[in-house]
């Protein structure tokens, strides 16, 4: 809309030129290019109809004329008074996106309803809604002529109201509940709310070949199709697209809900959006900045469990073997766990934990995209070879083929869990990470800021954690009697 006046009239198209400028955003593009379904959300269906208004009068005073009086109703006063010099354009719009944006936070956090009344007079009416407000907001938004009313307000308050008018002789509508219905199987459907999935890897989709990344994903989209949400991937990395420039793209299609995923190590630990205007939920560790809610597994647990499996199967000698940059991608939770129980154990039996590769050069292992993820052969071998350990828990790419390559039998010479455990054939001990139940409660989270109207920063940030699950395994027979056993996976919540 709007696109004949611009392309024929200077006047309008420095209208829609200050518009852009304005709201930091190409509302000119929405209004001549849609989608539809965008455009007719109420957060930018405002401000385009108040650019254009402002384009066709500004269009009409070019011409010469010159309205003698101005009048308007609802959003159409915010026309009038900038027709009659009240205001600036810019001011007036950005009246009209802050009132378009607390409109749409009220219809986020409290849906409604609303339906006709039949056959009562003024005085019934107001009877009813009265009667009905016990149950929520409701009042009579509209006296459409003698004997039919239309109320409006809390889903509730108007549900209650319906049994009550039945009882004082309510007849429904039968245009207005055709009305209802058709918009709660249709045009509900068309503006399914969307959460935007915001990745920041090397490649769009470099993620999905790495581990728990894409397990992260399904269970954030599984999620969200229970919730009534569509998840919808965005990549940082797209070219032209800055970080400014995609935060005021999802704002302008009233994506407020973001869950901040997949950011690789080496992508920086800055993450600047207009954070006022969103609900942000983070999985894993990066980046650092801004603090948001975060969800993540409990890395320090899971080999915590793993330690205290062994040590109750009869191992005294426990190898730990962990790349270096999945340890910092963690803030060292790996190795945290790994000590703490350590701890149980005789200082003569306490070997060494394995972290590969060096310290230096960082590039080694810093650059997640690129950084190697198989033990070094020689200096394994060494590590092996000197402390002699009974049992390894590690991932098993990282450790299996070298220790083939070695000649050294699983679980003969040396017993093994696995700490990534994919396989549950009854072949492999380990624990199961539970990533898709991470992606899930994200979701989750983040459903639930959006509910509550809960935009910006959190003042103080939580970090729930995401329990693993344990599988005993011919990798790692008992040493003394054990029973085998699988927990449900368990979810810890830390302020």
């Given at each position: ?405 070695m000649g050294v039998r699983v679980p003969r010479d040396v017993a093994f869990v ?78």
């Amino acid at each position: 809309m709007g696109k004949s006046l611009a392309d024929n009239y200077p006047e309008a198209a420095e209208i829609f030129t200050r518009a852009d400028d304005a709201l930091g955003m190409s509302i000119s593009k929405l209004c001549f290019e849609g989608p539809e379904e965008t455009l007719s959300q109420t957060i930018n269906t405002q401000p385009a109809l108040y650019t254009v208004s402002a384009a066709a009068f500004e269009v009409a005073r070019g011409l010469g004329v010159w309205p003698s009086f101005v009048a308007g109703h609802s959003l159409g006063e915010y026309s009038a008074l900038y027709a009659a010099g009240v205001f600036s354009f810019e001011d007036g719009l950005k009246l009209i996106r802050k009132r378009a944006e607390l409109m749409n936070a009220a219809a986020l956090a409290h849906p409604g309803a609303m339906a006709a009344v039949l056959g009562m007079d003024e005085d019934q009416v107001k009877t009813l809604v009265n009667a009905a407000s016990s149950a929520g907001v409701i009042c009579a938004a509209n006296f459409n002529s003698p004997g039919q009313t239309v109320i409006s307000g809390e889903s509730a308050a108007i549900e209650k109201a319906g049994e009550l008018a039945k009882e004082m002789g309510y007849r429904p509508d039968p245009l207005l509940h055709a009305l209802a219905s058709y918009r709660g199987k249709v045009i509900a459907k068309r503006h399914t709310p969307t959460l935007a999935y915001i990745t920041n890897w090397s490649s769009k989709w470099g993620w999905k070949n790495a581990t728990a990344h894409p397990d992260f994903y399904a269970g954030a989209s599984k999620m969200a199709d229970q919730l009534g949400f569509m998840l919808e991937h965005f990549w940082m990395k797209e070219p032209g697209l800055t970080q400014s420039r995609l935060s005021a793209m999802l704002y302008s299609r009233g994506v407020t809900g973001l869950i901040i995923a997949s950011h690789g190590r080496e992508m920086g630990d800055d993450l600047e959006f207009d954070w006022s205007k969103f609900c942000g939920v983070k999985i894993d560790y990066f980046p650092h900045k801004p603090v948001l809610l975060n969800v993540t597994n409990n890395q320090c647990d899971i080999v915590r469990v793993a330690m205290q499996k062994v040590l109750r199967a009869g191992y005294r000698r426990i190898g730990f073997v962990m790349h270096r940059g999945w340890d910092h991608g963690v803030d060292h939770l790996w190795t945290a766990g790994f000590l703490c129980e350590q701890q149980h154990l005789a200082a003569s039996e306490r070997l060494p934990a394995y972290i590969f590769p060096d310290l230096e050069p960082i590039e080694a292992w810093f650059n997640e995209s690129d950084a190697p993820v198989a033990v070094d052969p020689k200096a394994f071998t060494q590590w092996f070879e000197q402390n002699r350990p009974d049992v390894i828990i590690s991932k098993g790419s990282f450790v299996l083929p070298q220790l083939k390559a070695m000649g050294v039998r699983v679980p003969r010479d040396v017993a093994f869990v696995d700490v990534f455990l994919e396989q549950f054939d009854g072949l492999t001990a380990g624990v199961r990470q539970n990533h898709e139940t991470v992606g899930g409660v994200a979701v989750e989270i983040l459903a639930a800021q959006l509910q509550h109207n809960r935009f910006g920063l959190p003042e103080i940030p939580t970090t729930t954690f995401v329990e693993g699950t344990w599988f005993d395994g011919a990798s790692c027979p008992p040493r003394i009697q054990s029973s085998r056993k699988a927990s449900a996976p368990a979810v810890k919540r830390r302020a």
